[in-house]
C-alpha cells in the first residue's frame, strides 16, 4: 500500500526531500509541516499545519492520518528528540536519536567524542571558566582562534578570531554577556585550521555508512567570496578537489570510524551524517559535525540521486545499507543558485511578489522554495534565503550557466544571487589540467583555449533573453503609426498614418538622475521606468506636441535580466499611459563601468504638433494673464542628491518609516512614487487652443521653469497658499534647512505643471483638469520691474510649516515615552509582559512610563530564566508579579519556550518585550508571537549586529552609533524596525564608556517604542514593515 510521509521543516533543504521522495511509487502523498508556497499544493506535495514542536501531538497527528515515515529536516527538533518521541509512540522517523545528535548539538561532545576515537581534528579544550579558556588561548602553543559556543546557536555560535585578545573577547560575550544564552555555557577553543572547506555527507543505519558525492557550500553573500556570511548562497556536487582515494580515506577514518564511536558508545547513529571538512596540508580534518542534510548541499544531493530515495531511507532504517547502497549520477554535475532578498543577511523587505517561474520547466532546471509565502493568490518573499535554482549538466560549468539562466529568468525585486557557485572547482580543474564530468576536458580552462566575449564580462545569450522578454511588452504599445516591433536596426514611424498633414517634430530626451540610487537600493526597480518616460513626455508636451513613439538606453556592469526586464516593463507602462509607442532602445553591458548591481537610463521620446498648435504661444502671452496649476505626485524624478542628503542628515534610510504621508509607507517607498505622465491629460487641453503656455515643473524647480515658457519683461507671481504641498516637502524643508529658495529652485513643491490662460478661460480650463486631478489658480503674471525677481513664490515657507495631518512617528525624537496627548478619555490599556535574564535597567525604563496615567502600556508580569537576579527585585518593589522559569530545568529549548508561553498567555500578556533577555527564543515563539514581540539592540540597525555592537563601531571608525527597538524576527537583528535613536562617538569614548551612554539612550528609546506599540500607532504590516495609524487603535 502507498505510503503518506511527513518531512519536518519549511526550507528549500525541505522541499527538495518532499520532491524526491514525490517520485516514489511507493508514496501516496507527502505533508511537509510547516513546508512553504513550493510544498503548498504539489501533486502528492502538501502542507500541514500540525504543530512539530509538541512531540505527544505530532504522534498522535501521524497515528491519525496513517502517517507511515516522518524525516527531519533541521537539527532543533532532533536535538529535541523528536525521533525518540515518535518511535516510542510507534511513529517510524528518519534521523537520529537526540543521544546521537549530540555530534552536531553539543561542541564539546563531538570534540572529545572525535579524541576517543582518533578521527581527525583540530586541536582544542572546552571550559566553563571564561578565565581558564582565555589562559588556554595565550599560552597555546598553536593558533588558537576559534572559539564556539558548545550547544546549538542557530548556526551562528562560531567565531573566527584575528589574534589571541579578540579570542578572548570572544569568551566573554559568549561566556560572560550570553551573546547566544545556554548554548553558550561552556565553550570550545580551538586551533585555526587552513585548506579548503568541503562537505561529506552519508547515510548511515548505525553499522553501515554509505558516503554521498562530495559538495561543496558557499557562505559568502557576494561572488569571489566577498560579502557577509550567509546561511548558504549555493552548493555544487561533486568536488574535484576530493579525490577518489581521498574520498576513501573520509569513509574510514572520518565518517565510517565515527558511527562504529557512536555504536560501541551505546548511541547507535542511524540517519543523514554530515561531515564538515577541512583540506590541510596534513590531510582532512573535521570541523563540526552535522546530524541532517545541509542546505543549500540537498539541493543539489537529491537531483543526483538515482535510486528512490523512500527505499534508501527505509534501507536506512532497516540496517540493509550494506546490500542495497544507494546509486549516484556518475556523469553529471549539480549546481544550486541561492536567490536571496536584498538586505540578506541583514535586514529585508518580505512580501515581495516573484514571477517568471514558469520559464524554468522551458530551461531544464529545478527550483526549490525556501522563504515563500502565498498572499492573496499570489507567490511573494517570506524569508532572507527565498529560491533556489539547480541544473544537473555533464559538466559544472554547463550546469552553472543553466542555473544563472533560470534564476536570471525569475522576475523577484531586488534578488541578491551569486554567479560564480564552483568558482574553486573551476580553478583546481584549470590548476590541474584535470578533466570534468565523465573525463570531459574542461572547456571553461582560459588556460586550453581561447578567449570568449562572456569572459569579457559581456553576457550577449543574457541580452538576447531580455529582448524576448521585452518583445511583448513593447508590442502592447503599438499605436497608429507605428506597431512597435523590436528586433530591427531601427524603428518606423508613419505620420500620416497617425493623422498628421502639417507636423513639426519635436525631441526631448532625459534621465531619472540619482532616484536610482533609490530603486536599487530598496530593490524597487518597476516603477523607474514611468519616470523616465514621464520626464520625457512631458517635455515634449511643453511644444504641444503629442508624444509618438520612446526609446530607452539601459547601460550596466553586468545584465541582471530580472532587473532590466522589470525597469523595461515600467518604461513599457510608461508608454501605454502616455499613448506612445515603445520603439526600441539599448542594452549596454559594460564590465567594470558601472558597481555590482547598479545600472544607469535614458529616455528619447519623439512627438509631432500641427505647425499652427506649436506652443508656446509667446506673442499671446501677456500681462494677466492667469497660472492653472496641475498637482504633481511628490518628487517626481528631480533633486535627489538633495534629498538623498537630507536622509542622511536625518539619520534616515530607505527602510525608516516614513515620518508623513500614509500609514506604514516607508521613506523608500514614498519617494519611489512614481512621476505623473499629463499627456493624456492635457493633450485635449492643448489643442483647444486655450493654452497659451505649458511649463513642465522638472530640474529648477518653479523658479526655473516657469520662465522658459514666457517673453521677456514678464513676472511670474504665484502664491503657495492656494495649492496642496504634498508633505514630503515640508519634510524635507524641515529636516534640510532648506531655505524658501532652495526648495523653489530645486522642487517641484507640488505643482508638476503650470499652464498659462487668459482670465475668461481660466475657470473652463480648471473644470477640465479637475474632472481628473487637482489643480488649482495658483498665480498670475506681471511686468517685471527693472532688478525685480522674474518669479516671486509667497507664501511658501509658512505653507511647507503648515502641520501635517498625520502623525510623523518620529523615530526617537519623542522623549518622553508617549506617542499621543492625553484626552482625558479612559483608555483599555495593552497588557504586556517583559522577559528578562539579569540587572532590569531597561526593565525600569518601561515600569516609569506604564506609571503614567497616560501610558497605553500596563506591565502584568517579569519572567526571568534566572532566579534571583535584581530584575526580579524591581519587579517585585513595583507591585509587579513575577515569574521564575530556569533554562536549565529543561531538556529542550523547545520545552522551555513552551513554559514561558503558557505563563504569558496566563497573564493575557499582549506584547511582550524583550528586555537583556539572554536566552534564543524558537522560531515556532518568535512566529506566534509575531508582531508582539520588542527587542532593543544597542546600534543603529541594520549597522553592527550581533554581540559586541560597541565594539564594532568603534573599530569601524563611527562617528554615530546609538540603540534601535525592533520587532523580534526569526532571523538575529533583522526585524522591523520602530524607534532609533542616535549616539555620537566621542573621539574618547572607550568601548565601556560608548556603553554607558547608549544604555542612557535606551532607557529613552525603548519607551517611546512600547508606547507606540501599545497605543496602536505602530504595528507590523503583512509585509513585516512597520505599519503607521493616524490615530490608536485602542
Not at 962 to 979: K, L, Q, Y
Request: aromatic letters at 6%.
Amino acid at each position: 500500500m502507498a505510503e503518506r510521509v511527513l518531512v519536518i521543516g519549511s526550507g528549500g533543504r525541505e522541499h527538495a526531500l518532499a520532491w524526491k521522495l514525490a517520485q516514489s511509487p511507493h508514496i501516496q502523498q507527502v505533508l511537509v509541516a510547516p513546508g512553504n508556497a513550493g510544498t503548498a499544493s504539489s501533486g502528492k506535495i502538501s502542507n500541514s499545519e500540525v504543530s512539530v514542536s509538541n512531540h505527544s501531538i505530532l504522534a498522535q497527528f501521524c497515528k491519525d492520518h496513517n502517517v507511515g515515515l516522518v524525516v527531519v529536516g533541521p537539527e532543533v527538533p532532533l536535538a529535541a528528540g523528536v525521533v525518540d518521541d515518535l518511535v516510542a509512540a510507534g511513529v517510524p522517523c528518519f534521523g537520529p536519536s537526540a543521544r546521537a545528535a549530540q555530534l552536531e548539538a553539543s561542541k564539546s561532545f563531538s570534540k572529545a567524542f572525535m579524541d576517543r576515537h582518533n578521527i581527525p581534528t583540530a586541536r582544542w579544550s572546552s571550559f566553563t571558566d571564561a578565565q581558564e579558556a582565555c589562559s588556554y588561548i595565550c599560552q597555546a602553543t598553536f593558533p588558537a582562534l576559534v572559539v564556539k559556543a558548545s550547544g546549538l546557536a542557530a548556526g551562528k555560535g562560531v567565531i573566527v578570531a584575528r589574534d589571541q585578545d579578540e579570542a578572548c573577547q570572544a569568551v566573554l560575550e559568549i561566556m560572560k554577556d550570553k551573546a547566544f544564552g545556554a548554548a553558550g555555557e561552556t565553550v570550545v577553543v580551538e586551533e585555526l585550521l587552513e585548506g579548503e572547506e568541503v562537505s561529506c555527507l552519508c547515510f548511515s543505519d548505525g553499522t553501515t555508512v554509505s558516503p554521498m558525492p562530495p559538495a561543496q557550500d558557499h557562505k559568502r553573500l557576494q561572488d569571489g567570496d566577498q560579502g557577509p556570511n550567509t546561511g548558504g548562497m549555493g552548493a555544487y556536487c561533486p568536488t574535484p578537489q576530493v579525490s577518489k582515494e581521498m574520498l576513501q580515506e573520509i569513509r574510514e577514518a572520518v565518517l565510517q570510524r565515527t558511527v562504529d564511536g557512536m555504536k560501541e558508545e551505546g548511541a547507535p547513529y542511524v540517519g543523514v551524517l554530515y561531515a564538515g571538512l577541512m583540506l590541510t596540508k596534513q590531510g582532512p580534518k573535521v570541523l563540526e559535525y552535522n546530524c541532517r542534510f545541509g542546505d543549500p548541499e540537498c539541493q543539489v544531493l537529491m537531483p543526483l540521486l538515482k535510486s528512490d530515495l523512500y527505499e534508501v531511507l527505509q534501507s536506512t532504517l532497516q540496517g540493509r545499507l550494506a546490500s542495497s547502497a544507494p546509486l549516484w549520477q556518475e556523469d553529471s554535475s549539480a549546481v544550486a543558485v541561492v536567490m536571496a532578498s536584498a538586505g540578506y543577511p541583514g535586514s529585508y523587505k518580505t512580501g515581495v511578489e516573484v514571477t517568471g517561474l514558469s520559464q524554468l520547466e522551458e530551461l531544464g532546471v529545478q527550483l526549490f522554495h525556501a522563504g515563500t509565502a502565498l498572499r492573496h493568490g499570489l507567490l511573494v518573499s517570506s524569508g532572507g534565503r527565498v529560491l533556489t535554482v539547480t541544473a544537473v549538466r555533464s559538466s559544472l560549468e554547463t550546469a552553472l550557466h543553466a542555473a544563472n539562466q533560470g534564476a536570471a529568468a525569475v522576475g523577484f525585486a531586488g534578488a541578491v544571487y551569486r554567479r560564480d557557485i564552483g568558482h574553486r572547482a573551476i580553478g583546481h580543474l584549470a590548476r590541474h589540467g584535470a578533466l570534468i564530468g565523465s573525463c570531459r576536458p574542461l572547456t571553461c580552462a582560459v588556460s586550453t583555449r581561447g578567449l570568449t566575449y562572456k569572459d569579457s564580462g559581456v553576457d550577449i545569450a543574457a541580452g538576447n533573453r531580455l529582448v524576448d522578454l521585452i518583445k511583448p511588452m513593447a508590442k502592447a504599445t503599438s499605436r497608429s503609426g507605428c506597431n512597435a516591433e523590436l528586433g530591427g536596426f531601427a524603428g518606423l514611424f508613419d505620420l500620416k498614418a497617425a493623422g498628421f498633414s502639417d507636423p513639426i517634430l519635436v525631441s526631448g530626451t532625459d534621465g531619472v538622475g540619482t532616484k536610482l540610487k533609490i530603486a536599487q537600493a530598496c530593490g524597487q526597480h518597476g516603477t523607474l521606468g514611468q519616470d523616465l518616460v514621464a520626464m520625457c513626455v512631458n517635455d515634449v508636451l511643453a511644444q504641444g506636441a503629442e508624444p509618438l513613439f520612446f526609446l530607452d538606453y539601459f547601460s550596466c556592469g553586468r545584465l541582471d535580466v530580472a532587473v532590466a526586464s522589470s525597469v523595461i516593463q515600467g518604461i513599457a507602462r510608461g508608454c501605454e499611459m502616455a499613448g506612445c509607442a515603445l520603439l526600441g532602445g539599448e542594452t549596454a553591458e559594460m564590465p567594470g563601468a558601472y558597481g555590482p548591481g547598479e545600472y544607469d537610463l535614458a529616455g528619447f521620446c519623439v512627438g509631432a504638433v500641427e505647425r499652427a498648435a506649436l506652443l508656446p504661444r509667446l506673442g499671446d502671452v501677456c500681462e494677466g494673464d492667469l497660472l492653472v496649476g496641475v498637482a504633481s505626485s511628490g518628487v517626481h524624478s528631480n533633486g535627489f542628491s538633495l534629498v538623498r542628503k537630507v536622509l542622511e542628515r536625518a539619520g534616515l534610510d530607505h527602510r525608516s518609516p516614513a515620518p508623513f504621508g500614509k500609514a506604514g509607507e516607508t521613506m523608500g517607498d514614498v519617494l519611489l512614487t512614481p512621476t505623473k505622465i499629463y499627456s493624456r491629460l492635457l493633450l485635449p487641453i492643448l489643442r483647444s487652443g486655450v493654452v497659451k503656455a505649458y511649463a513642465h515643473i522638472t530640474g529648477g524647480g518653479l523658479l526655473e521653469n516657469i520662465p522658459r515658457v514666457l517673453p521677456q519683461g514678464l513676472a511670474v507671481d504665484l502664491d503657495a497658499s492656494r495649492w496642496n504641498i504634498p508633505p514630503v516637502f515640508s519634510w524635507l524643508h524641515k529636516e534640510g534647512g532648506l531655505s524658501q529658495e532652495e526648495m523653489g529652485r530645486t522642487f517641484n513643491c507640488g505643482l508638476g505643471a503650470v499652464l498659462v490662460v487668459s482670465p475668461p478661460d481660466a475657470q473652463r480650463v480648471l473644470r477640465q483638469l479637475q474632472a481628473q486631478e487637482e489643480a488649482w489658480i495658483v498665480g498670475s503674471l506681471s511686468h517685471k520691474q527693472p532688478g525685480a525677481e522674474t518669479v516671486v513664490v509667497r507664501n511658501l515657507a509658512p505653507s511647507l510649516r503648515v502641520p501635517r495631518a498625520q502623525p510623523c512617528g518620529d523615530l526617537g525624537g519623542r522623549q518622553d515615552g508617549a506617542a499621543h496627548g492625553d484626552s482625558g478619555a479612559p483608555r483599555r490599556r495593552t497588557r504586556v509582559g517583559v522577559l528578562i535574564s539579569g540587572t532590569g535597567t531597561n526593565l525600569q525604563a518601561l515600569m516609569e512610563l506604564a506609571k503614567r496615567p497616560s501610558s497605553s502600556a500596563e506591565i502584568v508580569v517579569v519572567i526571568s530564566n534566572r532566579p534571583g537576579v535584581l530584575g526580579l527585585k524591581r519587579a517585585s518593589l513595583a507591585a509587579i508579579q513575577t515569574r521564575v522559569v530556569d533554562h536549565k530545568l529543561y531538556g529542550s529549548r523547545a520545552e522551555f519556550d513552551g513554559t514561558i508561553d503558557r505563563v504569558l498567555e496566563e497573564f493575557g500578556v499582549e506584547v511582550v518585550c524583550l528586555a537583556g533577555f539572554m536566552r534564543i527564543l524558537t522560531g515556532t515563539f518568535v512566529k506566534k508571537w509575531n508582531g508582539k514581540l520588542l527587542n532593543i539592540h544597542p546600534s543603529l540597525l541594520p549597522s553592527f549586529k550581533g554581540v559586541n555592537a560597541q565594539k564594532q563601531a568603534l573599530q569601524a571608525g563611527a562617528r554615530v552609533t546609538g540603540c534601535t527597538v525592533h520587532f523580534v524576527a526569526e532571523e538575529v537583528d533583522a526585524g522591523a524596525i520602530i524607534v532609533q535613536e542616535a549616539v555620537p562617538v566621542l573621539v574618547s569614548d572607550t568601548e565601556e564608556s560608548l556603553s554607558d551612554r547608549i544604555r542612557e539612550a535606551e532607557h529613552r528609546a525603548f519607551p517611546a517604542a512600547l508606547e507606540l506599540v501599545a497605543g496602536g500607532a505602530v504595528r507590523l504590516g503583512e509585509d513585516g514593515c512597520i505599519a503607521w495609524s493616524a490615530a490608536p487603535l485602542g
